[in-house]
């Protein structure tokens, strides 16, 4: 089974265009998992424009279903994990001024480092996740952090699906099939959508988790939320 982790950024970003609670991320949160979403997931970034880390505490505080908390690992990262405990961390190393995430991580580059905050996550009793790209000697020195899953960093499928989707999807295949073998769990995400979940999830069989924010709440502008997360749980069976 693989399960779908909505992301509420975007639901924070409408909220913070205005500077009061509407739409109130927590309500929303808790809809999507109403709705039948497996996960709820947040980037809070350092400048918090969308995600703040107070919303992190309430979420926590609220959610019944997995709390996936993703961003660049620094000291207010590392301490709001700490302070939260969530069912999973995804490392991503996005600068603070990025857009959105826009890479993996170079985990041979970054071992040490990576290799001891899997070690200190893993204290605190919080599943591991490390953002990365296709690149295999890359995923097999994300195994050797330690690490219980790699996140697969889809926007390269995404933005190749329409021209040529076997061609698109082919080293994610190669690169689950690797990570499966070598004992890594697979999530994967950025900007998956009702075009090109299927597909994805077809040729992948074993992913474990996807999460997806942006295509997803702009989709629920057109089919209200609750069908929304219906369409793309469909995608997933
Ligand atoms: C790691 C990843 O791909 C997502 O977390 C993405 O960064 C979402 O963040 P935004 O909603 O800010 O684009
Ligand atoms: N990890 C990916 C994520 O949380 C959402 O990415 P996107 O769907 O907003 O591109």
């Not at 629920?220 to 793309?232: D, V």
Request: proline residues 4%; hydrophobic residues 40%; negative net charge.
């Amino acid at each position: 089974m693989t399960k779908l982790s909505v992301n509420v950024n975007k639901i924070a970003t409408l909220r913070n265009a205005r500077g009061g609670n509407v739409p109130n991320v927590l309500q929303v949160a808790l809809d999507c998992e109403k709705f039948g979403a497996q996960g709820i997931t947040v980037h809070p970034r350092p400048d918090e424009r969308h995600i703040r880390y107070t919303d992190v505490i309430e979420l926590k505080q609220h959610i019944k279903t997995e709390f996936n908390i993703e961003g660049n690992p620094d000291d207010r990262f590392i301490k709001i994990i700490e302070e939260v405990n969530p069912a999973q961390v995804t490392m991503v190393p996005d600068a603070p001024d990025a857009l959105t995430s826009n890479a993996g991580w170079n985990v041979l580059k970054h071992f040490d480092h990576l290799k001891g905050l899997v070690d200190h996550f893993h204290n605190l009793g919080v599943r591991t996740s490390i953002f990365v790209g296709t690149d295999l000697d890359n995923i097999t020195a994300a195994k050797e952090t330690g690490t219980d899953r790699i996140e697969l960093y889809t926007e390269p499928y995404a933005a190749n699906y329409h021209n040529d989707k076997a061609k698109a999807v082919a080293p994610f295949v190669e690169a689950a099939q690797h990570a499966a073998k070598i004992g890594l769990d697979i999530n994967a995400g950025h900007d998956l959508n009702l075009d090109n979940l299927a597909y994805f999830k077809q040729c992948l069989p074993k992913l474990d988790e996807v999460s997806i924010g942006h295509a997803l709440i702009a989709d629920a502008l057109y089919l209200g939320l609750e069908e929304t997360i219906k369409r793309y749980l469909l995608q997933l069976k």
